[in-house]
């Protein structure tokens, strides 16, 4: 687990007011109208199935963990989950979508992990988009790709645990 203290300041969130990254220390939620913020362009990648046998897709998916969790294990409902025995999905931009702010990025924008569970659902393992990428559609991508995969297998549910404080994935 990542300490308070680191957590506190890497970035998570980015204004939709000034676009500037914050950390959970500086953020503040702010209620605003739609019109009153600047739309981010759209994202207008590829979502794949990764293969973790290409190097690329095995080291942005651990760039990505070990950002958000400094770990790709987590502990959710009970037991440890690797996320590398999960199925990967990731989000690849367009050649040339990529801007100077995303070169940490590994080449992806974000990342889904799956897991078909004994008990008949799907199971969200990890949920994560790079902040640059934050507000773009890169999470509804994402979450298209698991709810595609839970009828595919004929899951009747899909279950995804997060914190109180996750604004984003709450939304």
Not at 38 to 54: S, V
Not at 81 to 109: K, S, T, Y
Not at 116 to 125: N, P
Request: with cysteine; aromatic share 8%; proline share 5%.
């Amino acid at each position: 687990q990542m300490s308070d203290e680191r957590a506190s300041r890497l970035p998570l969130y980015r204004s939709a007011l000034s676009g500037e990254p914050l950390t959970l220390r500086s953020a503040r939620i702010t209620v605003v109208g739609r019109e009153e913020l600047h739309p981010r362009p759209r994202f207008r990648g590829e979502l794949i199935r990764a293969d973790l046998r290409d190097r690329e897709h095995l080291d942005a998916i651990k760039a990505i963990n070990e950002f958000y969790w400094d770990s790709t294990e987590q502990d959710i409902f009970g037991r440890t989950c690797n996320v590398l025995d999960c199925d990967n999905w990731i989000a690849r931009p367009m050649h040339g979508e990529q801007d100077a702010d995303d070169r940490a990025c590994h080449g992806i924008a974000g990342n889904v992990a799956l897991k078909v569970e004994d008990e008949g659902f799907l199971h969200i393992v990890v949920f994560h988009v790079w902040p640059v990428w934050h507000e773009r559609g890169v999470g509804r991508m994402l979450l298209t790709a698991a709810i595609r995969e839970a009828r595919r297998e004929g899951l009747p549910m899909i279950k995804l645990g997060t914190t109180n404080d996750n604004l984003p994935a709450l939304y």
